[in-house]
């Protein structure tokens, strides 16, 4: 299965995207897809992920109130809205999945994750 993502630029500061990703078959019904993003000399850190179900949601604390995780069961899509973007958003933005339901605690561990995407890049001019 691979994980198809899409969305990123070039945007100013207090500008906004919205990030897609979309897996190759209908695999992750009962799993977790997630964001993750790693910005250049960094490691790659967690952004916001959510069962599929919808049942449970979790974002990366720093993040809350300007980043919005959504999926699409029609498009088997996963979306990442950012909003307010600032300059230390600049960064390659990760999809990743699991076919296991995660609970809220593991959800933010990149090793809880089976699939990754290939990344987008997001980059935010001051």
């Known amino acids: 299965v691979q994980l198809q993502a899409s969305g990123g630029g070039m945007v100013q500061a207090g500008g906004s995207l919205r990030l897609s990703c979309t897996p190759s078959?209908?695999?992750?019904?009962?799993?977790?897809m997630g964001w993750f993003r790693q910005a250049p000399g960094k490691e790659r850190e967690f952004v916001a992920a959510?069962?599929?179900?919808?049942?449970?949601?979790r974002y990366a604390d720093s993040l809350k109130g300007r980043f919005t995780i959504s999926r699409d069961r029609s498009k088997n899509t996963l979306y990442l809205q950012l909003n307010s973007l600032k300059s230390e958003d600049t960064a390659v933005y990760y999809c990743?999945?699991?076919?296991?339901?995660?609970?809220?605690?593991?959800?933010?561990?990149?090793?809880?994750?089976?699939?990754w995407g290939q990344g987008t890049l997001v980059t935010v001019s001051s």
């Open positions: 078959a209908r695999t992750f019904d009962s799993g977790t």
């Open positions: 990743a999945a699991t076919t296991r339901g995660l609970i809220f605690s593991t959800m933010a561990s990149r090793e809880a994750y089976d699939y």
């Open positions: 959510m069962r599929w179900s919808g049942s449970t949601t």
